[in-house]
């Protein structure tokens, strides 16, 4: 009878804990925002809805990102299936620019004391704009920031004081403002505050959140998203990019080796994909390949450094203009730097070497032969045998040469060498000695 009632208990137990309420599923956004960062999105708001979670938590501290990139969320916002709860944390964080009109697109928008937002003013990326383009694109910015404020009840002016002013605002005059809904102190009290908060979705509808006692889940990014996400600072793909090249050109140039050319291969395509989610200047590129082109020039018709300068500037501006994006998303300077005279010095030398072995005469096979010096092992007359580099050769002079005569090789015909007297002159030469 015992046993039968732990059983009746133990499964009373499971379907209590069965009959829970779903966790929130929470996200985080704590670098750029770039194309990568929609597809994460993405994935937590059908992880959210397959897991039926009272709300999707956006957590942000990001210093922007790109455009594009960030309206493409907002649309993903706009239509998710459960309602959206977009969080500034922790305290120090920040949601600027893209980070801001993420913030404004959540149901309910809340920061953590001691965070602040704003500075969404649009920029031309790599570029400065003109007053009409810059006027454009600051109304199309402004228009959506309006929208969003104007959807969840938030104050239109202050919203685009951002967008026309760049102005930034704390957690406490963002709150007082009515850009956003809560100021709390971390996380755990924002749970508390949202239980019972009746909100209004884009499409009209009216839910209520009930968040007491609530689990959060956090979302984990596949596989694919963590290895991009890993290495989407431009920075790091660009110093893979560089040192796969390398690798590969060594491999390339010393054929069987097998290391230098899987790693480069590896290192190469890595930062290949990372740079596949960033948005990429062809000018950039194109100064990147002619860096590499008067790098190899320089090696080979050695122009005293005039190209290799030439590359190593060529290469310095392509990096730092290879990335289409705001400041963040940029190669630094002294990313740059640091490996563009590496990666000058590092190709004009094994470009050289490469070269030096190319004009060296030959030294091996028949061709080898030629002009090498020897001794007659047998009288010449005009056939005979001659000693070269220790070996024994049919030979022929086209005069009589005596036993023990110093010979050079004149010509190779097949397997018959034709020798002459080896003279003053031949020496002169420089003819090496056996």
């Known amino acids: 009878m015992r046993p039968f009632l732990l059983l009746l208990a133990l499964l009373g137990s499971i379907v209590l804990a069965g009959g829970g309420q779903p966790a929130v599923v929470a996200v985080d956004f704590n670098a750029v925002i770039h194309p990568i960062t929609v597809d994460v999105l993405t994935h937590a708001i059908e992880q959210a809805q397959r897991d039926r979670a009272p709300f999707l938590l956006i957590r942000l501290n990001t210093p922007g990102g790109m455009l594009e990139a960030t309206q493409s969320m907002v649309e993903r916002i706009n239509a998710s299936p459960v309602p959206v709860v977009t969080f500034v944390t922790p305290s120090g964080g920040r949601a600027a620019s893209a980070g801001f009109i993420l913030l404004l697109a959540g149901d309910v928008a809340a920061m953590a004391s001691g965070t602040h937002a704003g500075a969404a003013s649009p920029v031309l990326l790599g570029q400065e704009m003109d007053a009409t383009m810059r006027h454009k694109i600051e109304n199309d910015t402004a228009a959506a920031v309006r929208s969003m404020a104007v959807r969840h009840n938030r104050d239109v002016a202050a919203a685009q004081a951002t967008v026309y002013e760049a102005k930034s605002y704390t957690s406490e005059e963002a709150a007082s403002l009515r850009l956003t809904d809560l100021v709390v102190r971390d996380q755990m009290e924002l749970l508390n505050r949202l239980d019972g908060r009746e909100i209004t979705r884009p ?215 034709k020798v002459e007297r080896l003279g003053t002159d031949s020496q002169a030469r420089g003819s090496r000695k056996v």
């Not at 491999?251 to 930062?271: C, K, M, Q």
């Not at 596949?276 to 590129?285: D, E, K, N």
């Not at 060296?360 to 005979?384: C, F, K, M, Q, Y």
């Not at 045998?385 to 010979?407: C, D, F, K, M, N």
């Open 203 to 417: 499409n009209g509808s009216k839910s209520v959140l009930h968040t007491a006692g609530v689990a959060v889940v956090y979302y984990e990014p596949t596989l694919r998203e963590r290895a991009v996400l890993l290495v989407a600072d431009p920075n790091l793909a660009f110093i893979l990019l560089v040192l796969g090249g390398l690798l590969l050109y060594v491999e390339f140039n010393t054929p069987g080796l097998v290391a230098p050319g899987a790693a480069g291969a590896i290192l190469l395509l890595v930062g290949l994909l990372a740079l596949s989610v960033l948005p990429i200047r062809g000018a950039a590129v194109g100064l990147l390949i002619l860096a590499v082109a008067l790098f190899i020039i320089e090696a080979k018709i050695a122009a005293h450094g005039v190209l290799a300068i030439g590359g190593s500037v060529a290469m310095l501006f392509g990096a730092l203009l290879l990335v289409d994006g705001p400041p963040e998303m940029r190669i630094r300077f002294s990313t740059a730097i640091s490996v563009t005279l590496p990666f000058a010095l590092i190709t004009v030398f094994l470009v050289s070497l490469v070269v030096r072995a190319r004009r060296r005469p030959v030294v091996t096979g028949i061709s080898g032969l030629l002009s090498e010096s020897g001794v007659a092992h047998t009288a010449l007359a005009p056939d005979g045998i001659v000693r070269i580099h220790g070996e024994y050769w049919q030979a022929t002079s086209a005069e009589p040469i005596l036993q023990g005569t110093a010979v050079r090789v004149a010509a190779v015909d097949g397997l018959c060498l």
